[in-house]
């Protein structure tokens, strides 16, 4: 617990004096808690290095924290004892971490990369002939628009202000990076292929996965176009109306999000969405770009290749709620097939479906993930399964005529499955029973039981259970399949189903 709070606690409740009866002493604890509480913020919340702008000099954090302090030093008693009037604890917390961002302000740097031989980077930095390198020239007008326009001397860039040959420091930068971008006073974006907002339509900087957390985390955003001119009038693009409008157009994200975004995995598929169209040079980025968004933790591991996205996607279905993070259409990954090789997975729902999901909850949000894989609760209506495509001894397609129980519970879009690895021999009712899992059921009020309403599409899984044993499996599909339902079934039981991992 940050020593602020435990003293203020104990201060507040404890002896009852008034603030304005404040001994000399009690007036150097309060500031000396101020500058533990600047500290904490410094050495936790601040990029690792820093570009000290009057100087063009690359700086630590303790080397940033020095040059603030004559400010800190400076601050009044009066505006100190402020801080600590406020009731609550919370409250409190808040105030002083808004006192402490506004004073310790930084920049940070949105763009294209150039050519890596262009950019400038930690090694060369201070090297005068760096200076001659393009992507130099662009830190430099952004370092001046930076302290010219938004009053900042310390400035921070991804090219320089990472030392890229030390894995723990890139690693620490890379988890770290949506919070920079949140922390910055302003985060300056330059766009070189626009003029006007006219452009945006074919603007590259909106297409790549990394600007995708540096258009949602910073509170300010400034968009720069060629010759660094001003997209528009105002301070922080975010809160011009026309600016968001066509950003909004341009990346399907609404103008909400794009105001006040918040990091976490609730409308997780919505994000991906998001990121569909992004993309990225290194394939691990596509996983290390969304860390921040999703509010997850991962190591990074460069090499790794397809994997990582993987793991992110465990990380997000371990801290999800909503099944449809496994209603995409596209590649399937190597390592579990209910999961996708990447966001470019994603596409746009139905509006109806959406509309639908939002205004009435359906499914089980119970699913998690174990060494077994990963454990549904489907609700399941029994199907007749006939091959229709046959491979030597491997089914291709199921066609699927009738379910002994309810003959008419699905209309003729049912007619083929494509599956992935089914053997002939395993159709026969003596070996698999086969059913149809409902993944989006519509709730009941009884507990394990859900329904089905005539007309509405439903997102599903193939699954089987062998016969005498009462564990449901669900099989691997090329793509999702969609049922509409041709009847109301009521009263229907929810079962178990998992889905175990490719080894």
């Known amino acids: ?71 800190i030093q400076a601050i009044a008693h009066e505006e100190i004892k402020a801080l600590f009037q406020i009731e609550t604890i919370r409250t409190q917390a808040q105030s002083l971490r808004q006192f402490i961002r506004e004073r310790v302000k930084y920049a940070a740097l949105s763009h294209r990369w150039f050519d890596d031989a262009e950019e400038p ?92 957390q540096e258009l949602l985390a910073p509170t300010i955003l400034k968009f720069y176009g060629k010759g660094w001119l001003p997209i528009s009038n105002s301070p922080n693009d975010k809160t011009d109306a026309s600016v968001m409008s066509m950003v909004s157009r341009v990346t399907k994200i609404p103008r909400d999000d794009l105001a006040t975004y918040i990091p976490g995995t609730q409308r997780a598929r919505e994000k991906m969405r998001w990121a569909s169209t992004r993309r990225t040079t290194r394939i691990e980025d596509i996983a290390y770009s969304l860390i921040g968004i999703f509010d997850v933790g991962i190591t990074v591991a460069y090499g790794e290749g397809a994997r990582a996205f993987y793991r992110l996607m465990v990380e997000i279905v371990q801290n999800c709620y909503e099944w449809d993070i496994f209603l995409f259409d596209g590649a399937i990954s190597a390592y579990h097939f209910t999961l996708p090789e990447s966001p470019r997975a994603y596409h746009d729902l139905p509006s109806s479906w959406t509309q639908l999901n939002k205004t009435q909850p359906r499914g089980n949000k119970w699913f998690t993930l174990s060494k077994r894989g990963l454990h549904l609760r489907l609700l399941l209506v029994d199907i007749d399964p006939i091959p229709h495509t046959i491979s030597g001894n491997w089914v291709a397609s199921i066609a699927v005529n009738s379910t002994p129980s309810h003959p008419d519970t699905f209309d003729h ?91």
């Open 121 to 212: 980077t930690f090694q060369n930095f201070s090297l005068r002939e760096t200076r001659a390198l393009a992507g130099y020239k662009k830190l430099a007008k952004f370092c001046e628009k930076a302290r010219k326009d938004y009053g900042c001397v310390l400035a921070w860039a991804d090219t320089c202000c990472i030392d890229k040959t030390s894995s723990s420091e890139l690693d620490e930068a890379i988890r770290s990076m949506f919070r920079w971008y949140s922390n910055s006073l302003v985060c300056i974006a330059y766009l070189e292929d626009s003029s006007t907002l006219a452009d945006f339509e074919d603007e590259v900087w909106f297409t790549r996965g990394w600007t995708l």
């Open 1 to 71: 617990m940050p020593t602020w709070i435990s003293f203020t606690r104990g201060y507040l409740k404890g002896n009852g004096q008034s603030l304005a009866s404040q001994t000399e002493p009690e007036a150097d604890m309060l500031r000396q808690s101020l500058y533990d509480a600047l500290d904490q913020y410094i050495y936790n919340e601040l990029p690792y290095r820093l570009i000290y702008i009057p100087k063009m000099k690359i700086v630590t954090r303790g080397e940033a924290r020095a040059i603030l302090w004559p400010e």
């Open 413 to 503: 879009a049912l007619a083929r499955i494509t599956v992935a690895a089914v053997r002939v021999t395993e159709l026969g009712p003596d070996v698999y029973h086969y059913a149809i899992g409902i993944v989006d059921f519509e709730r009941s009020a009884h507990e394990g039981e859900g329904q089905l309403l005539r007309g509405r599409d439903y997102f599903c899984f193939l699954t089987r259970r062998r016969a005498g044993y009462e564990s449901w499996e669900a099989v691997e599909t090329v793509d999702p399949t969609i049922v509409r339902c041709r009847q109301d079934l009521h009263n229907q039981q929810i079962s178990t189903v998992i889905a175990t991992e490719r080894w």
